[in-house]
């Protein structure tokens, strides 16, 4: 059969799956907020941090003004007195290197006494106070920002930054006592689940840096900033650390595990434990303290990838100890085009090669690609700390399996259905099952030229035997026979045309290739004269007549395809070699030969010898052929004539008559 047509309806297929991942991998090119799949990218993302676990770190405490201190020491605000003697406490006797407040002090108390007081402890130790931003209609502000770190002009080309209309910043008393002040604010994504916070803002046109940012200039000491276009570097007395930096200046929180509360990850110590004097002084000697609420009426409790209410101090704790261990991860600007370019490494393969599988194949193919998407974005974040998007990768390798295993079960399954309906009563089983694998390639519809081997058997004196039978006997003595032929032609892989009332017309090489169609053909002729003899013993023992067949095979071009009128159509052969074949089949009975095969046969045959016959010439032909017997079958009486096996025997013996 042509291979064709299913070659074009999988190239059909594989140009429609290259559509597909180009499609996907464009999706990467559209703007942030258009693009499908963010939601899926963020489930991913919380699911992976979800596996990671992270030791507990002591290198940074969380002094928390939580519901205990809230009914010791009174609701908040506490009275700036009592700040200032928290601050003593954990600075002069405890040794903090770096005290963080998460909170803001924007409005002056009703003792103004307090305020200077505060400011007084503040001065000339090392405490970062926290402020704002805000974005709203009017861009409310209240106290006093900071000096800004640097112009936005000189941010690096391409970089961006969240950019704010309104503050709520410190009272200027205590903002000029500190030894930094920085914004606190997380950024939310689009769900309001924190993933990262922000390193610097910018408000008319000034850039401002983080609550984060300042501690830990003040935790290295006096240390400076060198912003790169993916990382900052803060270098100090003490050291320096590493931040890279994501989208719009911000840094990955690198949240791990599942959080199971305040004191889960940090040391979390009570404010009013630590105002009453009743911590141990070493717990903050030479680290990083951070001072927040986790009491619900104070509004800072924060939805994260691993908790859904979690103390907004945590989350900056949280980024300091990653800065500290090298721990943060970052999502590149160039992500989208390494992901559309893994989408396309990984993708278009699959999209060429799908349509040429089967099922099983297919979901192998799709399982591999999803595989090595996976695999790329795991060493992306493991060796180089980048989150890559994940998510339009996996659906497009799920889209591309998924198109290719619907289109091959709507189409190639009722073309498989066709061709086990049709060649299942022509070729054995075992070849049905081979080509109902590809379908596509065994169309009925169509019709070639191609070489093939014929074949015709006839059972010797059939009219005679049929007058002296019953009709019942003669119909199982014909079924008998014709199961027992077609069982020794699919054996050997031929293809069974017609019956022909006591005849079996069958050609090899078609509708599967046959490189070795003339050696099967004229093997399963040899085994079907062994059949024949122990059928004929069979029938004497039942009181039948005994049974004697003979056989002609002949080789050349034929047309073979769907043939026949619209009202009946047959898988058949026609042409100049099958009215051979049977005209040698017919010779069998003159020469008193079980098997006469054509000349042609005899040439394309390697695995048998042959002996000469005669030239003769038949009907509707004017030269003489020559005929041949495969050597196994020539009756002793006839002498030890040559045999042939090659091209060159068969010249010599074709100009031999007999």
């Known amino acids: 059969m042509t291979r064709g047509k299913g070659l074009g309806s999988r190239l059909v297929r594989a140009l429609a799956g290259v559509g597909l991942v180009v499609l996907f991998a464009a999706i990467h090119g559209w703007p942030e907020a258009a693009r499908p799949f963010g939601a899926m990218d963020r489930l991913i993302y919380d699911a992976g941090i979800k596996l990671v676990t992270a030791p507990r770190d002591d290198a940074v405490v969380i002094v928390d003004i939580d519901e205990h201190s809230l009914a010791r020491e009174g609701r908040w ?229 691993i908790a859904e209410a979690m103390p907004g101090v945590e989350v900056h704790a949280t980024v300091l100890r990653g800065a500290l261990s090298g721990g943060i ?81 709507f189409s190639e399954g009722r073309a498989r259905q066709a061709v086990v309906g049709l060649f299942g009563e022509y070729v054995s089983p075992a070849l049905v099952e081979q080509m109902a694998k590809d379908p596509l390639n065994y169309r009925a519809d169509q019709s070639q030229n191609r070489v093939l081997s014929i074949m015709f058997a006839d059972i010797r004196g059939f009219t005679r035997m049929s007058e002296t039978m019953e009709p019942q006997q003669l119909r199982e003595y014909l079924n008998e026979f014709l199961t027992e032929m077609t069982e020794v032609i699919h054996r050997h892989r031929g293809t069974v045309d017609k019956y022909i009332g006591d005849a079996v017309m069958a050609f090899w090489g078609a509708p599967i290739d046959d490189a070795r169609h003339a050696d099967n053909a004229v093997g399963a002729a ?79 045959c390697s695995g048998h010898r042959f002996a000469p016959v005669d030239r003769v010439t038949v009907t509707g032909r004017v030269e003489p052929v020559s005929i041949f017997v495969p050597s196994e079958m020539m009756p002793p009486a006839t002498g030890a004539e040559p045999s042939v096996n090659s091209e060159a025997e068969s010249d010599e013996a074709a100009r031999v008559g007999v």
């Not at 900071?146 to 309104?166: D, E, I, K």
């Not at 980048?386 to 295993?405: E, I, K």
């Not at 034929?558 to 159509?569: F, I, K, P, Q, Y």
């Not at 010779?587 to 098997?595: A, N």
């Open 526 to 604: 040899i085994e079907m004269q062994a059949c024949a003899r122990r059928l004929s013993m069979r029938f004497i023992e039942r009181g039948l007549p005994p049974l004697a067949i003979g056989v002609g095979v002949n080789t050349g071009e034929v047309r073979v395809g769907d043939m026949g009128s619209t009202l009946r159509r047959a898988y058949t052969v026609i042409g100049d070699a099958v009215n051979l074949a049977s005209r040698l089949e017919s010779l069998t009975k003159h020469y008193e030969l079980p098997i006469i095969v054509g000349e042609a046969t005899v040439r394309s």
């Open 329 to 409: 991860g970052r999502r590149p600007a160039e992500a989208p085009a390494l992901a559309g370019f893994a989408q396309l490494l990984v993708g278009l393969p699959l999209a060429l090669i799908a349509p040429f599988m089967g099922a099983l194949g297919v979901m192998l193919a799709t399982s591999t690609a999803l595989a090595l998407l996976l695999a790329w974005c795991a060493w992306a974040l493991v060796a180089l700390g980048w989150v890559l998007p994940l998510s339009a990768g996996l659906a497009m390798a799920a889209a591309v399996g998924t198109f290719n295993l619907a289109v091959g079960y």
């Open 77 to 305: 605000p506490w009275d700036r007195a009592r700040i200032a003697e928290m601050v003593r406490r954990l600075v002069d006797d405890g040794g903090a290197r770096v005290v963080g407040f998460d909170v803001v002090f924007a409005e002056r108390t009703r003792d103004p006494a307090a305020d200077e007081v505060l400011a007084s402890v503040l001065r000339d130790r090392p405490v970062v106070l926290g402020y704002y931003f805000s974005s709203d209609r009017g861009g409310h502000v209240q106290g006093r920002l900071p000096r800004p770190a640097f112009s936005s002009n000189a941010l690096p080309p391409g970089m961006t930054v969240t950019s704010w209309n309104g503050y709520g910043a410190n009272l200027p008393i205590l903002m000029d006592a500190a030894a930094g002040v920085g914004f606190f604010n997380p950024a939310l994504d689009v769900d309001g689940i924190v993933r990262t916070l922000p390193l610097m803002a910018e408000y008319r046109g000034q850039i401002y840096e983080s609550l984060v940012l300042r501690m830990l200039r003040v935790y290295l000491g006096s240390a400076t900033m060198a912003l790169d276009r993916d990382e900052m570097r803060v270098s100090g007395e003490r050291g320096s650390v590493v931040l890279p930096v994501s989208r719009g200046l911000t840094a990955l929180v690198p949240f791990a595990g599942q959080w199971r509360g305040p004191g889960d990850s940090f040391r979390y110590v009570s404010a009013a434990a630590v105002l009453a004097g009743e911590v141990d002084a070493s717990v903050f000697k030479d680290r990083i303290v951070l001072i927040g609420a986790s009491a619900p009426g104070l509004s800072d409790l924060r939805a994260t990838p």
